[in-house]
């Protein structure tokens, strides 16, 4: 096995935001706010590339303004950009806002240029020297990038490639309706949701029988349980749990998108269920130990 990775998804200035203590209404709360780049897609493509996957590729749309700046922290990251400056709208922005006392976050969500990505963006010549196909599915909740994902994926099958694709958000699945996401992922060999999400795509409250539900659609799915580890489903059983290292928590935000690509570079060197999560879990640990979700010592 082996062979490179495309992520298609999204690159983000994420606006960190650590409060101490409620937030106080109409009057001033004090927090430590930092800006750093994020985005589910692309942090998942730099902690794929710190996991030792050595040929990892983004395609993004990002504002003009800033893609000199997101371009030079993803090839930092050892990410190889495909970013599309976009002169009409500015890069996505998140302002994440982190409840230091449980590392818990509520994000506000300007999608920005992400949205604007469609098929034009899209060439099967992308996937040369690609052996997996990543989505981010925040590609899939807007009509331009979500027809720009159907021909990725179309492509991917012509290829052989396989693709895995991370639902994203319980906020925007409930705004598409559930059927039609499920829908929309059809044709994904990996679906990667937290258990959250898992439960919100099945109606079952147990993160083990959502995912075996989610399995007998989707050929595997690792569902992450956050400091519970995580446990991958096939053929509607679960066959491998893992647990999380303990970890001293300032930010949960982009420990899935660690665990997504940690898991997905050690599935492209061969590791089995198990050990693709248990490395999956290790990046996770790792990355609640930082502010932003981007590996440590990321410049």
């Known amino acids: 096995m082996g062979g490179g990775l495309l992520v298609v998804g999204d690159v983000v200035t994420d606006v960190v935001a650590r409060h101490r203590g409620p937030l106080?209404?109409?009057?001033?709360?004090?927090?430590?706010?930092?800006?750093?780049?994020?985005?589910?897609?692309?942090?998942?493509?730099?902690?794929?590339?710190?996991?030792?996957?050595?040929?990892?590729?983004?395609?993004?749309?990002?504002?003009?303004?800033?893609?000199?700046?997101?371009?030079?922290?993803?090839?930092?990251?050892?990410?190889?950009?495909?970013?599309?400056?976009?002169?009409?709208?500015?890069?996505?922005t998140v302002i994440a806002l982190v409840d230091t006392a449980t590392a818990e976050r509520t994000f506000l969500t300007d999608s920005g240029a992400v949205h604007r990505m469609n098929p034009a963006d899209w060439s099967p010549a992308l996937?040369?020297?690609?052996?997996?196909?990543?989505?981010?599915?925040?590609?899939l909740f807007a009509g331009p990038s979500r027809e720009l994902a159907f021909a990725?994926?179309?492509?991917?099958?012509?290829?052989?490639?396989?693709?895995?694709?991370?639902?994203?958000?319980?906020?925007?699945?409930?705004?598409?309706?559930?059927?039609?996401?499920?829908?929309?992922?059809?044709?994904?060999?990996?679906?990667?949701?937290?258990?959250?999400e898992a439960s919100f795509l099945t109606g079952l409250p147990e993160p083990a029988d959502a995912a075996a539900k989610l399995s007998r659609?989707?050929?595997?799915?690792?569902?992450?349980?956050?400091?519970?580890?995580?446990l991958v489903a096939a053929a509607g059983e679960v066959v491998a749990e893992a647990a999380a290292p303990q970890a001293t928590a300032l930010d949960s935000t982009g420990a899935g998108d660690a665990f997504t690509g940690a898991f997905l570079a050690a599935r492209l060197t061969g590791a089995s269920p198990r050990e693709a999560a248990e490395a999956g879990c290790r990046a996770g640990a790792l990355a609640v130990g930082v502010v932003g979700g981007r590996p440590p010592g990321t410049p």
């Open 127 to 139: 996937l040369d020297g690609v052996s997996h196909l990543h989505l981010s599915g925040y590609l």
């Open 217 to 230: 659609q989707f050929p595997l799915v690792a569902v992450t349980l956050g400091a519970a580890g995580a």
């Open 152 to 196: 990725a994926r179309k492509s991917a099958r012509l290829a052989e490639v396989t693709v895995s694709l991370d639902p994203a958000s319980t906020g925007f699945i409930h705004a598409l309706g559930v059927d039609r996401f499920l829908a929309m992922a059809e044709g994904t060999d990996v679906l990667l949701p937290n258990a959250d």
């Open 24 to 92: 106080a209404s109409a009057t001033d709360t004090a927090a430590d706010i930092r800006t750093v780049p994020g985005g589910a897609g692309a942090n998942a493509a730099c902690w794929a590339a710190h996991s030792g996957c050595p040929d990892v590729r983004l395609l993004a749309r990002v504002g003009r303004d800033s893609a000199g700046w997101h371009d030079l922290r993803l090839r930092r990251a050892g990410v190889r950009p495909l970013l599309i400056p976009d002169a009409d709208a500015p890069t996505a």
